[in-house]
DNA sequence: CACAATCGTTCATTATGCTGAACAATATTC
DNA sequence: GAATATTGTTCAGCATAATGAACGATTGTG
């Protein structure tokens, strides 16, 4: 995959979510229609000044036009193990989720008290949340793929649909990692 | 401040972790070693093609260049209640960490016995990792500034210098996340 | 229906980024 | 110490990215 057509997709992904025409960006940004016409057609190579100026018309940083799209489902439960480094008695991690291309992430510690669901609604386009419940049982997920966890298990989720936090037992503790755009 | 003065710096501050002079960094990139004096220099306004070649050669996703260098500590304890929403009675969140430019971090559960401590090197510069205790005492943190944290708090700190881990309950458990370059 | 506005694309001209050779200034080797 | 690489910088020529006008296609409006 050469970079310019990646440049290219981002930027009509980027362009389309701002909701804004190609001319109506292009002036914006103060470059030529032409040029942005080019790109999004992933001909040409583009300076950086030119790419900056789409990015600061877009209102997004510059590294959000080197992403590459996905956001998938994924359960590591509290009794399994990811065998590395397992051999160190002391000590066993998991690599619960990593970050191959540069992204954002929030952390957030969250306390929910059972009764009412905690509605929340959907995110921007392609946002992850990762969760890690820490004390007590939750269910969470997006709608229509709620998950029931308890203590250690870890669950990520595509956040840009509807999506709630539900605590089953009595009090329960998660750790939320809010991750945009994948 | 322009973008290529930002991306001037970026470029030497990784070629020089790599170790690389200019020239080798330029045959090694494909590219002229004027071209790449000039943008070290901050003159000109590199294509595309030309920052994806350096990026290559010196092994880092393009986004690594547009990013601005800074570490720091930070603890929050359990006790400590950012006010967060905590009008909500079922659900009170509280923000670790929030990652205004892009930043590679991975994630990782951790389990601790007591006894032995953990010793780990100093990662690449600028690496910065997240502790967030789930269960049980540790001690960790960099070298001088090892921190005692129990259930629920979070801890922030460079990661490149050496630092170590050491459970001081019968056994711990902990969300690591690993953060680089910062 | 006709008129106007906006859409995105294509093409000559202009502006400029990239190149490669020549350059002085260190660093290395025998 | 002389000889030889290797460092990073500067400058003319070429390659090409950015421009702006003209284009047909589509949408909105009286």
Same mark, same amino acid.
């Given at each position: =995959?050469?970079?310019?057509? @990646?440049?290219? %997709?981002?930027?009509?992904?980027? $362009?389309?979510?701002?909701? =804004? ?8 940004? +103060?470059?030529?229609?032409? %040029? ?7 001909? +040409?190579?583009?300076? #950086? ?15 959000? @036009? ?7 489902? $994924? ?14 008695? &002391?000590?066993?991690?998991?690599? #619960?989720?990593?970050? !191959? ?7 957030? $510690? ?13 995110? %921007? ?22 998950? &029931?966890? %308890? ?21 329960? =503790?998660?750790?939320?990692? =809010?991750?945009? !755009? +994948?």
């Amino acid at each position: =995959m050469t970079p310019v057509s @990646l440049i290219a %997709t981002a930027i009509q992904r980027e $362009r389309t979510r701002a909701k =804004m025409s190609l001319s109506a960006l292009a002036s914006q940004a +103060g470059v030529a229609k032409s %040029t942005l016409s080019q790109l999004e057609g992933g001909q +040409g190579n583009p300076s #950086l000044e030119t790419l900056w100026a789409i990015a600061s018309a877009l209102n997004i940083p510059l590294s959000f @036009l080197f992403e590459t799209p996905k956001s998938d489902f $994924r359960i590591i439960r509290a009794d399994e193990e990811d065998q590395l480094s397992s051999d160190l008695s &002391e000590l066993s991690s998991t690599l #619960l989720a990593d970050c !191959p291309t540069s992204c954002r992430r929030d952390l957030y $510690r969250v306390y929910l008290k059972s009764g009412s669901v905690r509605e929340a609604a959907a995110h %921007t386009q392609n946002t992850v949340e990762h969760a890690f419940v820490c004390r007590g049982q939750v269910r969470l997920g997006p709608e229509g793929n709620l998950q &029931e966890l %308890t203590e250690g298990d870890y669950f990520r989720y595509p956040a840009d649909v509807k999506h709630s936090y539900e605590a089953l037992s009595d009090k329960a =503790m998660l750790i939320l990692i =809010m991750e945009n !755009p +994948g």
